[in-house]
C-alpha cells in the first residue's frame, strides 16, 4: 500500500491506470464470459492477478477522493465477485480462503510491533476506560436496540422472550468487534502518527481479545436461554482459559525466536513469514490456540523484548503490499449483495444506531481519561469498521446455535457489510482532517536505469 | 495437518535455500550449476522411491509448477538483454540463438524420424514429442557458464561468448513451445490459423508486458510494484493458460517487452531473487513427475535423443572451433550440453499440456539432459577457456568476477 503522499500523479498515469483496468476486466470477462467452455486450471491463479491488479488499480483511481485504498479493494472484489460481474465465482473465492489466513497472521503481527509498552503506557489511562466503556455500553446498548427492533427482524419476532434476550445478548457482544485489518490497512496507507493512531490501534488490538472472552460468556449465557434444557457451562471458559494462555505462551516463545533469527540471520523473511503464516497457522489451529492472539504476542515480543521491531515491520509491510489488497479484495468478493439487498434496511439501523452509540461512549471515555482533543473528536471513528472477527464470531454463533444460526448469522454479514464499507472511510477522513496523515512524499527514487538506447 | 501444507512447507524450505543461492558469490562455493541435486531429491522423494510426494499430491500442486513455469520465463525473458552490467552483444546473441536453433531443428528431426519406428509414436503425438524434445536440447543454462566463470575468475572474448550465447539460446525453448502450443488442437481459437496463435501468444504477452511497464510509472516504488507485476503476470498466465497457448511463451515475451521499460534495471532487480525460490520447488516437483513405468522402446527413443544432442553439439562446437572459440577443439561444444531449470521447466511446462508417454519421455530427456550436462558441461567449458587463456586463479574469497550480475545489483538482489 502506498503512503498517503502518492496522489499527486498526473492525468495521463491516471488514463493509463484507468485503461488498464478496463484491460483486465475485459480480459477476465471475455475469458468467463464468451469462452466459459474452457477450462482453466489456473482459475485460482487468474483470480488472485485480477483481484491484486484490479484491486491495485481502483485504489490508485480513488485516490484523488480521498477514500482509503482499502475501499478500492474492496470494490474490486465486489466488481469481479460472484454477485456481480461474476468473473471471480464462489468456488474460486473459497480457494482464496489461506490467503486470509496469511494475511490475518500478517496483520496481528504487524499489529502486535505497532504496540510499544512506552506508547501503550502513556496511552493506558486512556485505553483502559474506553475499553471498559466501550465493551459495556455497546453490549447493553445493543442489545436493548435488538430487542427494541426485534417485530421488524424476521426470525427474531416470533421468538419466545428469552430466547430473544439470548439473541439479543449475542447481538450485543458481537457488536464489539473492531476490524484490526481495516486500521492496519488504513494505518499503513496513511503511515499516520499521532494520538488518534496510537489510541486506534491499542484499542482495537485489546478488544480482540476482550471480544473473543466476551463473546464466550454471552454463548454461555445465552445457551440456556435459547436452547430449552440446556444448562450454564463453564466449560467454555475452560477451553478459553487454555487458547488465551496457550497463545500467549507459544506468542511469546515464537516472538523470541523470530527476534533471535531476525538478529543472527535476517534475511529471507519473506519466505519465513509465508512459513508461519501457512505453516504454523495449520499447526496452532490443529492444536487450538488463536493465531491470531499467537502472532499478535510475537510481534509484540519482537517489538518490546528485543531491537528488530523495525525489521520485522519492514518485511511485513512489504509482503502487506500484495496481501492485504488480495485480503480485502477477497472480502469484497465475499461480500452477498443479495442478502445485504434483502436485509439492508435493519442492518442499516443498527449500524448507525452502533455508530452513534460508539460515538457517544467514546466521547465520554475520552472525557473521564482527558484523551488530548483529537481524540476526543474523532477517537469513535477507527472503532466502527468491522470485517473478518464480527464474520469468524458469526460462524461460532451459527454453530453454537443451529435454530437460529443462519438467519442471524445473515443479519451480521449484511451490517458487517456496512460497516465494513463505512468504517475504513471514516476512520481514513480523521486521521486526514487530524493532520496525522503523512503527506510526505512516499519512498520513491527515480529508476536507476541509463537512458541509453538499447543495442 | 494435510499433506498438501507439509509439501508446501517442504517446498517454501526449498525456496528458503534456494533464495539464499541467489547472491551471485554463494553459488561459487557449493550447489551444482544446474540444480540437479534438487531434481534427484524430488526423484527420490516421489512414488517410484520414497513415495513422500505421491502422484496425486504432486498433481494437487500442478498449479504451483504452471505458475512457476511461467515465472521463471518472465525472469528469463527480462534478463535476457543485458549480461551484467552490459547489453547483450547483438552479433554474439545472433550466434547463440543461432545454435539453439540448430540444435533443436536437429534433435527434434531425428525424433521426429526415429519416433514412429522406435516406440510407435504417429500423428500430433509424434510431432509433439520431438519438438518437446527439441525444445528441451535447444537452450545452454547460463548458470553452468556463470559457475565456471566465477569459480576460475574467467575473463577474455570466449568467456563474454559463452555468457552472451547461453543467455540468448533462453529464446527457443519459448518460442519452440508456443509453436508447438498453437499447432496443438483444441484450444480457445480453432479458426485462427497457427502462425495467429503464435502472434497472438507472443503479442498479448508482450501487450501485458508494455502495459506493465507504463503502469510502472515515473517514479519506481518497489511495494507497488509487486501488486502490478504478480497482477499482470498471473493474469497473463491464466489467459494463456484458458485460451490454450503457450504460458512460456506469452510470459517470455511478457519479459521481454518489461525489459524495455526505463525501469528495466530495477525491475530486474526485482525479479532476479525470485528465480532460484521459484526454480528449486519446481525442479524438486519435476523430479517427482519422472516416471519410469514407460515401455522400453520409449527409453531407447529418449536415449537416442540424448546422443542426437551430444553429437549436434559436438559438431556445433568443431565448427565454433574455426571461429570465437578458437583452439578448443569438440570441449566447447561439449560445454553447450549444459542445461538446467529452464530447461526443465520447458518440460513441465509440455508435460502439463500433453500429459501421457509423450509428456513422460520429454521429461525424461530433459531429466537426463540435465544430469548429462553436469557431468560433462562445467569440465569441457573449464577446459576450453584454460586453452584460450582467459583462467585466472581466484584467491580464497575473492568473490571472482560475477558474470551475471554488477555488483551493484547483486547486493541489492542479496538483500532484497
Same mark, same amino acid.
Given at each position: 500500500?502506498?503512503? !498517503? ?9 491516471? !488514463? ?80 482464496? +480462503? ?11 503481527? +504487524? ?213 492485504? #489488497? ?19 434496511? =435493519? ?70 457489510? =456496512?460497516?465494513?464499507? =463505512?468504517?475504513? =472511510? ?16 512516499? #519512498? ?12 | ?19 539464499? $543461492? ?21 526423484? /527420490? ?36 538483454? @543485458? ?79 559463452? /555468457?552472451?550465447?547461453?543467455? &540468448? ?15 496443438? *488442437? ?6 485462427? *490459423?497457427?502462425?495467429? @496463435? ?7 504477452? &508482450? ?54 521499460? @526505463? ?100 521429461? $525424461? ?16 567449458? @573449464?577446459?576450453?577457456?584454460?586453452? /584460450? ?16 550480475? *554488477? ?10
Amino acid at each position: 500500500m502506498s503512503g !498517503a503522499g502518492s496522489s499527486q500523479k498526473g492525468l495521463g498515469t491516471r !488514463a493509463i491506470q484507468a485503461f488498464a483496468l478496463v484491460v483486465s476486466f475485459a480480459l477476465l470477462f471475455a475469458l468467463t464470459h464468451l469462452a466459459p467452455q474452457l477450462d482453466s486450471r489456473l482459475a485460482t491463479m487468474t483470480a488472485i492477478g485480477f483481484l491484486v491488479l484490479a484491486g491495485t488499480l481502483l485504489s490508485e483511481l480513488m485516490e484523488p477522493l480521498k477514500l482509503p485504498h482499502l475501499s478500492g479493494y474492496l470494490l474490486a472484489g465486489i466488481l469481479g465477485g460472484p454477485y456481480a460481474l461474476h468473473l471471480v465465482d464462489h468456488q474460486t473465492v473459497e480457494q482464496l +480462503a489461506p490467503v486470509n489466513t496469511l494475511a490475518l497472521a500478517l496483520i496481528a503481527l +504487524a499489529g502486535g510491533v505497532e504496540l510499544r509498552v512506552t506508547t501503550l503506557r502513556s496511552v493506558a489511562k486512556s485505553l483502559s476506560v474506553a475499553s471498559l466503556l466501550q465493551s459495556t455500553v455497546v453490549l447493553v446498548a445493543m442489545t436493548g436496540v435488538f430487542l427494541v427492533l426485534a417485530p421488524y427482524i424476521s426470525f427474531a419476532k416470533n421468538l419466545p422472550w428469552k430466547a430473544l434476550f439470548g439473541v439479543a445478548l449475542l447481538w450485543g457482544a458481537l457488536s464489539v468487534t473492531r476490524s484490526p485489518s481495516a486500521c492496519m490497512g488504513i494505518l499503513s496507507q496513511t503511515r499516520a502518527k499521532g494520538p488518534l493512531a496510537t489510541f486506534s490501534l491499542g484499542f482495537i488490538m485489546l478488544s480482540n481479545v476482550i471480544v473473543i472472552v466476551m463473546l464466550a460468556a454471552a454463548i454461555m449465557l445465552a445457551r440456556p436461554l435459547i436452547t430449552p434444557n440446556a444448562t450454564i457451562s463453564m466449560s467454555d471458559f475452560n477451553v478459553l482459559g487454555h487458547e488465551i494462555l496457550g497463545s500467549i505462551s507459544i506468542g511469546t516463545t515464537l516472538g523470541l525466536l523470530l527476534a533471535v533469527y531476525l538478529r543472527l540471520v535476517g534475511g529471507q523473511l519473506l519466505l519465513v513469514l509465508l512459513g508461519l503464516g501457512f505453516g504454523l497457522t495449520a499447526a496452532l489451529k490443529y492444536v487450538q490456540v488463536d493465531p491470531l492472539l499467537t502472532f499478535l504476542t510475537a510481534g509484540f515480543v519482537v517489538q518490546n523484548l528485543s531491537n528488530q521491531g523495525s525489521k520485522l515491520l519492514q518485511a511485513v509491510d512489504q509482503m502487506g503490499s500484495v496481501v492485504f #489488497v488480495l485480503f480485502f479484495a477477497t472480502a469484497g468478493a465475499e461480500l452477498d449483495l443479495p442478502l445485504l439487498r434483502q436485509g439492508w434496511a =435493519i442492518a442499516l439501523a443498527l449500524c448507525l444506531i452502533r455508530g452513534v452509540v460508539t460515538w457517544m461512549t467514546a466521547r465520554l471515555s475520552s472525557r473521564l481519561a482527558g484523551d488530548p482533543m483529537v481524540v476526543r473528536q474523532w477517537g469513535w471513528t477507527g472503532l466502527v469498521p468491522q470485517a473478518g472477527l464480527a464474520l469468524g464470531l458469526g460462524i461460532v454463533v451459527e454453530g453454537a446455535f443451529p435454530g437460529i444460526g443462519t438467519p442471524f448469522r445473515s443479519l451480521v454479514i449484511a451490517a458487517a457489510s =456496512i460497516n465494513e464499507i =463505512i468504517g475504513p =472511510i471514516l476512520f481514513k477522513l480523521a486521521l486526514d482532517r487530524t493532520g496525522e496523515t503523512d503527506t510526505g512524499e512516499p #519512498v520513491a527514487r527515480p529508476s536507476l536505469a541509463p537512458r541509453a538506447p538499447v543495442h | 495437518m494435510s499433506d498438501g501444507i507439509w509439501l508446501l512447507l517442504g517446498l517454501l524450505l526449498l525456496a528458503y535455500l534456494g533464495s539464499n $543461492l541467489v547472491g551471485g558469490r554463494a553459488i561459487r562455493g557449493f550447489g551444482l550449476p544446474s540444480g540437479s541435486e534438487y531434481l534427484v531429491l524430488g526423484f /527420490a522423494l516421489g512414488p517410484h522411491v520414497l513415495d513422500v510426494v505421491g502422484r496425486s499430491l504432486a498433481h494437487t500442486f500442478e498449479p504451483v509448477v504452471l505458475v512457476g513455469t511461467g515465472w521463471l520465463a518472465l525472469v528469463m525473458g527480462v534478463g535476457y538483454v @543485458r549480461v551484467a552490467d552490459r547489453w547483450i552483444n547483438p552479433g554474439r546473441a545472433a550466434v547463440g540463438v543461432l545454435l539453439a536453433a540448430v540444435c533443436c531443428v536437429a534433435v527434434t528431426a531425428a525424433v521426429y524420424f526415429l519416433a514412429p519406428m522406435v516406440a510407435g509414436f504417429h500423428g500430433f503425438q509424434r510431432l509433439a514429442i520431438a519438438l518437446g524434445v527439441g525444445a528441451c536440447a535447444s537452450a545452454t543454462t547460463r548458470h553452468s557458464v556463470r559457475w565456471v566463470v566465477e569459480r576460475h575468475g574467467a575473463r577474455g572474448p570466449l568467456a563474454d561468448f559463452a /555468457a552472451d550465447a547461453a543467455r &540468448a539460446s533462453a529464446l527457443v525453448p519459448p518460442l519452440a513451445l508456443t509453436v508447438l502450443f498453437a499447432l496443438s *488442437p483444441g484450444g480457445a481459437l480453432p479458426s485462427v *490459423p497457427v502462425i495467429g @496463435r503464435v502472434g497472438i501468444t507472443l503479442g498479448f504477452g &508482450a501487450m501485458m508486458g508494455l502495459l506493465a511497464a507504463q503502469l510502472l510509472g515515473r517514479d519506481f516504488r518497489r511495494d507497488e510494484s509487486w501488486g502490478v507485476m504478480l497482477g499482470t503476470g498471473l493474469l497473463t498466465l491464466g489467459a494463456a493458460d484458458r485460451a490454450g497457448l503457450s504460458l512460456i511463451g506469452a510470459t517470455f515475451a511478457m519479459g521481454l517487452a518489461l525489459a524495455s521499460s @526505463r525501469h528495466r534495471l530495477d525491475i530486474k532487480a526485482m525479479l532476479t531473487p525470485t528465480e532460484k525460490p521459484v526454480l528449486l520447488p519446481v525442479v524438486l516437483l519435476a523430479g517427482a513427475y519422472v516416471s519410469l513405468k514407460l515401455p522400453t522402446a520409449v527409453f531407447v527413443l529418449v536415449g537416442l535423443a540424448v546422443v542426437a544432442k551430444v553429437l549436434t553439439r559436438v559438431w556445433l562446437g568443431t565448427l565454433l572451433a574455426l571461429g570465437p572459440a578458437r583452439g578448443t577443439g569438440a570441449d566447447f561444444g561439449v560445454s553447450m550440453l549444459a542445461s538446467g531449470g529452464f530447461t526443465i521447466a520447458v518440460a513441465l511446462a509440455f508435460s502439463t499440456r500433453f500429459p501421457g508417454v509423450a509428456s513422460d519421455a520429454v521429461l $525424461l530427456f530433459a531429466v537426463v539432459s540435465t544430469v548429462l550436462g553436469e557431468w560433462l558441461a562445467p569440465a569441457a567449458l @573449464r577446459r576450453s577457456l584454460g586453452r /584460450a587463456g582467459e583462467l585466472h586463479m581466484v584467491a580464497e574469497g575473492d568473490g571472482g568476477r560475477l558474470s551475471d550480475a *554488477p555488483d551493484s545489483l547483486v547486493s541489492r538482489e542479496s538483500h532484497g
